[in-house]
């Protein structure tokens, strides 16, 4: 009788797959190659897809499917068992909200997202404003559907990382603060000594795409199934597998930039290629969560590539492609130039150290807001004042404060919390890591696929087998604030 069950989940999640293969598509090449007014078009076909992925998964042979695989219990093998499991989150977390509500919201995120981009480029915040209110409501309300007893910010929390509490968000950044204030502080004093014009010169593109091209190979992206598109906001867009998508954006005289967003966005990608054969084209073969995806994006960005001994590693690359540019310049002052720390006002562009103060300042208002105890309108002020509390510098215009990032506009709210929380779980690699074989050895002799295979054999190749924080808690033990900032102090101060 599994057999047939099997069947019918296998074509089930076929159809399911290839819808989201062809909107991943979509989106891409709307972000990277399409012409400018393609939009028209493919919103029509981006809508058209998603009402039948919406049909697909909630709809009657969807329900009949997942009641049967429940029904079947402990007779089915792990795998399909966890598909199951995940197939129920998704369920419940859409059918709770009446079909109406939810159709108003996905208009009014649209709406909401189209305003900020006006508002953000037009400094203007009012006009935001009443979207923004809108987005924090419809956010809490929807909480409170999914789980009417419980705290709605941990209910938000819980949706972008399974387990992750507010109790336990309150707990890392109250620790995280307390030590990364005066780092912060002392990193930044002994920047001031740090002149990094030599790389904010003039770097030709064509030669800058030459060193991206170096770096996938490098960090060991299979370029078979991973290729670099340009793209204004660099991302990654993962369908499976076999095909992951990275980005980057070109600066002529700030080549730091795209190098880091290359080894950003191959950290994200190096996770989805590095998922187990068995789990393609399932519910389960992809990266099991933001915070998890992120710890992969910044260990690579930051760990790996803002070391003394990755800059020793590119930098006779580096030299060759740009020569005679950088010729003067050492490992030792290279890596200065590209960990220099500085508070700034645009978290994208944040140092290791700062940005996780920026994050901060994101969780402590989003959750305020959910709280009820400020309102959309006092956020512009609290922004400048935690600016100001945390960083100590003054925001001078809202498109470079409240309005420079696009989450809350998208609806995304107990997002935040995942980057910094995937920084702090990088460390915890490094220090498991060590353990076992010198990681600053392996890194200055190129020996990249040592860090890889750890990482594959104990994070990629499970996909979303096992929930973020048990994962994560398996290899490193409890999240602990302290290890992150000893690594920081240890780099920096
Ligand atoms: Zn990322």
């Known amino acids: 009788m599994n057999e047939q069950l099997l069947e019918r989940l296998k074509s089930f999640e076929k159809s399911v797959f290839a819808l989201g293969h062809a909107m991943g598509v979509l989106y891409y090449d709307g972000n990277t190659v399409a012409p400018k007014r393609s939009a028209i078009v493919r919103g029509e076909t981006m809508g058209e897809l998603s009402r039948m992925a919406y049909e697909l998964t909630t709809g009657p042979e969807a329900v009949k499917l997942l009641e049967d695989l429940e029904a079947a219990g402990d007779s ?58 809108k987005m924090f409501d419809f956010a809490r309300k929807f909480a409170l559907y999914r789980n009417p007893d419980g705290d709605p910010y941990t209910t938000m929390l819980d949706s972008f990382e399974k387990g992750l ?29 740090i002149d990094d014009s030599p790389i904010n010169g003039c770097f030709p593109v064509e030669k800058q795409r030459i060193l991206s091209d170096y770096l996938m190979d490098v960090i060991g992206l299979d370029k078979d199934r991973c290729t670099l598109g340009e793209t204004e906001h660099p991302f990654t867009d993962e369908f499976s597998k076999y095909d992951v998508r990275i980005t980057t954006h070109y600066y002529e005289n700030m080549p730091a930039a795209s190098m880091y967003s290359v080894i950003h966005e191959g950290g994200h990608a190096l996770y989805e290629l590095g998922t187990a054969d068995e789990l393609a084209f399932t519910n389960l073969g992809r990266g099991v969560s933001m915070a998890i995806h992120e710890s992969q994006s910044r260990f690579y960005e930051n760990i790996i590539g ?127 890591m060590q353990k076992e074989f010198d990681v600053r050895e392996a890194v200055r002799t190129g020996n990249i696929g040592k860090i890889n295979s750890w990482l594959e054999e104990k994070i990629w190749r499970h996909g979303s087998m096992i929930d973020p924080c048990e994962l994560f808690e398996s290899i490193c033990g409890p999240l602990d604030a302290n290890v992150f900032a000893d690594y920081l102090e240890n780099k920096y101060c």
């Open 76 to 133: 089915l093998d792990p795998v399909t068992k966890r598909k199951a499991v995940l197939m129920r989150r998704g369920f419940d977390e859409t059918s709770c909200i009446p079909m109406g509500e939810y159709v108003e919201y996905v208009k009014l995120q649209t709406e909401s997202m189209d305003t900020w981009k006006k508002a953000k480029e037009t400094d203007d915040f009012d006009l935001f404003e009443p979207y923004l209110q």
């Open 165 to 193: 509490t507010a109790e336990r968000c309150d707990k890392f950044f109250g620790d995280l603060k307390k030590r990364l204030v005066p780092i912060a502080k002392k990193a930044a004093e002994k920047s001031k000594t």
């Open 306 to 432: 803002r070391s003394e001994a990755f800059c020793e590693l590119i930098l006779p690359k580096i030299k060759e492609i740009f020569a005679p540019q950088l010729a003067d310049v050492g490992a030792r002052e290279f890596f200065r130039m590209v960990t220099k720390v500085q508070p700034s006002l645009i978290r994208t562009e944040a140092d290791e150290v700062t940005y996780c103060l920026h994050i901060m300042i994101r969780y402590e208002l989003e959750k305020k807001m959910i709280a009820g105890e400020i309102r959309a309108k006092d956020l512009p002020g609290e922004w400048k004042r935690l600016y100001k509390e945390y960083l100590g510098i003054d925001v001078p215009t809202d498109r470079e404060g409240v309005l420079q990032d696009m989450h809350w506009s998208d609806g995304n709210i107990g997002y935040f919390p995942s980057y910094a929380i995937g920084s702090a779980y990088g460390a915890q690699y490094l220090r498991e």
